[in-house]
């Protein structure tokens, strides 16, 4: 299972790319308050994005899962370099031994404290390129389109994500 964060969901749906997430072999998961920040706020600061992710909701490629109260929860909490996203996120993956989604150096720091398995936006295009869902062109098209609208990427990982899809060519 795959639990995403807010960063994920938002950028691949604005580059129109969140139907991906079909491809995944897994189901796919937004704790409530990751719908209620990108959805329900979205839709009413009127983000396209967030009407998208609604379509994919309604289409049954996402199911909103609530969280619940735990002691992992309680004590992420209290850390304030991680968001309340964050922490459903971290939370509903923990409790659902599944993979959390997400880009941000905080939570994932977080998540390797905690041992709770993490995995990027980047990460979930290059499995679909993998599992030829897409191919290397629409891939790297993606990932320069998510930069293009905002989404961050260093430098390094950029040209590892190049060189990356570079071996699926071969």
């Known amino acids: 299972m795959w639990v995403f964060d807010a960063t994920p969901l938002i950028y691949l749906a604005k580059v129109e790319q969140l139907r991906l997430a079909s491809k995944l072999d897994r189901r796919c998961r937004i704790p409530e308050p990751v719908h209620d920040e990108v959805v329900t706020a979205g ?15 309604e289409d049954g490629i996402f199911d909103i899962v609530s969280v619940d109260e735990t002691p992992l929860t309680t004590r992420l909490q209290r850390n304030p ?3 309340d996203a964050d922490v459903a996120v971290l939370a509903c993956a923990a409790a659902r031994d599944a993979t959390a989604v997400m880009d941000e150096a905080a939570g994932r720091r977080v998540a390797d404290i905690e041992g709770i398995e993490t995995r990027g936006t980047a990460y979930l295009v290059l499995l679909c390129v993998k599992r030829g869902a897409i191919s290397v062109s629409e891939a790297r098209e993606t990932i320069d389109a998510m930069i293009d609208a905002g989404w961050y990427c260093s430098p390094a990982l950029y040209s590892k994500l190049v060189r990356k899809l570079e071996t699926f060519e071969e």
């Open 43 to 57: 839709l009413e600061d009127g983000y396209p994005d967030a009407r998208r992710i609604e379509q994919c909701i």
């Open 81 to 83: 370099n991680v968001s």
